[in-house]
C-alpha cells in the first residue's frame, strides 16, 4: 500500500503564491502516476494537475499558466506550484496515486488527508 502526507496549505490573499508538498511512501514501485484534485463546497471534485512518474504532465484550463505540478523522485515527493491565485482556486486539495496492486493487478487509488487552501482578501 501507500500512504500520502500533504503539506502546504494555507491562507493567502488574491494573486498570492502556494506551494503544496505530497510525499509518498510505501509501495512506490506500485505508482503509475500522482496528481492533485480540489473539492470546494458544493462542488464535485476535480482534477486539478497530474504527472506520470516519467515526467508527463497535465493540467486542468481553469490552472493552466498558473498552476506548476513537479516531482523529486529521489524523495518520492510531488508538488504544485499555485501561482496568481484567485478566490475560486479556495477548496481542499488532496494528493492522488494511482497504483496497480501487485497482487491482483487491480488499479487502486490512494488520497492524501487533504489541505485546506483559502484565497481570499
Known amino acids: 500500500q501507500v500512504q500520502l502526507v500533504e503539506s502546504g496549505g494555507g491562507l493567502v490573499q488574491p494573486g498570492g503564491s502556494l506551494r503544496l508538498s505530497c510525499a509518498a511512501s510505501?509501495?512506490?514501485?506500485?505508482?503509475?502516476?500522482m496528481g492533485w484534485y480540489r473539492q470546494a463546497p458544493g462542488n464535485k471534485r476535480e482534477l486539478v494537475a497530474s504527472?506520470?512518474?516519467?515526467?508527463?504532465?497535465n493540467y486542468a484550463d481553469s490552472v493552466k499558466g498558473r498552476f506548476t505540478i513537479s516531482r523529486d523522485n529521489a524523495k518520492y515527493t510531488v508538488y504544485l506550484q499555485m501561482n496568481s491565485l484567485k478566490p475560486e482556486d479556495t477548496a481542499v486539495y488532496s494528493c492522488n496515486a494511482e497504483t496497480t496492486d501487485r497482487s491482483s493487478w487491480f488499479r487502486v487509488d490512494y488520497w492524501g488527508q487533504g489541505t485546506q487552501v483559502t484565497v481570499s482578501s
Open positions: 510505501g509501495s512506490i514501485f506500485s505508482i503509475n502516476a
Open positions: 504527472i506520470t512518474m516519467t515526467g508527463t504532465t
